[in-house]
């Protein structure tokens, strides 16, 4: 039985806190939270289910916002149609980054931001990221393009940041000799 995620609004205070530190092992609260997010983002992005459980589509999720302030934050990152692949990342630290810069040609989305807001978002292109998996294992992913922008921007959610935050109020919109856009 699948039942949709209840996700903050942009609005909401908790996304501007900063989320704490999850003391390891996950709790089962947590775990039964990572395998609803999971299903939800899963879902989202399958057009059968995103219509019948009228899903916006996204592909990740942090637990601030669905009003936890603890570091762990889901990705289900579809690298081919109908194959995804899930990423938990319990107090994740990116530590290292590339020089170059991309942005997302179409913009970022946020499924607590429920209207169109635009702008391109800078992030690094390529980034290592470290945490630990549900079962308290450490790990290490390095990531790039849209993925690495997605890691970014959920990253982002753990220090109370949102992805509009990050555009330029006076140039919105870089051109490409400023900056890749992907």
């Not at 709790?27 to 395998?35: A, M």
């Not at 999971?38 to 057009?47: A, F, P, R, V």
């Not at 890691?151 to 900056?179: A, M, N, S």
């Amino acid at each position: 039985m699948f039942k949709p995620l209840k996700i903050l609004d942009e609005k909401h205070k908790i996304l501007r806190q900063k989320s704490k530190e999850v003391k390891l092992p996950l709790s089962k609260e947590d775990k039964d939270t990572i395998k609803q997010i999971i299903k939800h983002l899963t879902y989202s992005q399958i057009e059968k289910y995103s219509e019948k459980y009228d899903l916006r589509p996204g592909m990740g999720l942090a637990f601030p916002q669905l009003g936890k302030l603890k570091r762990i934050i889901v990705i289900v990152y579809e690298y081919e149609e109908g194959k995804f692949q899930d990423y938990v990342i319990i107090n994740p630290k990116i530590i290292s980054h590339s020089e170059e810069m991309v942005a997302l040609e179409s913009g970022e989305g946020c499924l607590s931001v429920n209207r169109e807001v635009e702008g391109h978002v800078p992030r690094y292109a390529r980034i290592t990221i470290t945490g630990y998996d549900q079962d308290g294992e450490k790990i290490t992913i390095r990531a790039r393009e849209d993925l690495s922008v997605a890691f970014q921007h959920e990253v982002d959610h753990l220090e109370g940041i949102l992805f509009f935050d990050r555009i330029d109020k006076k140039k919105p919109f870089f051109t490409e000799d400023e900056i890749r856009l992907i």
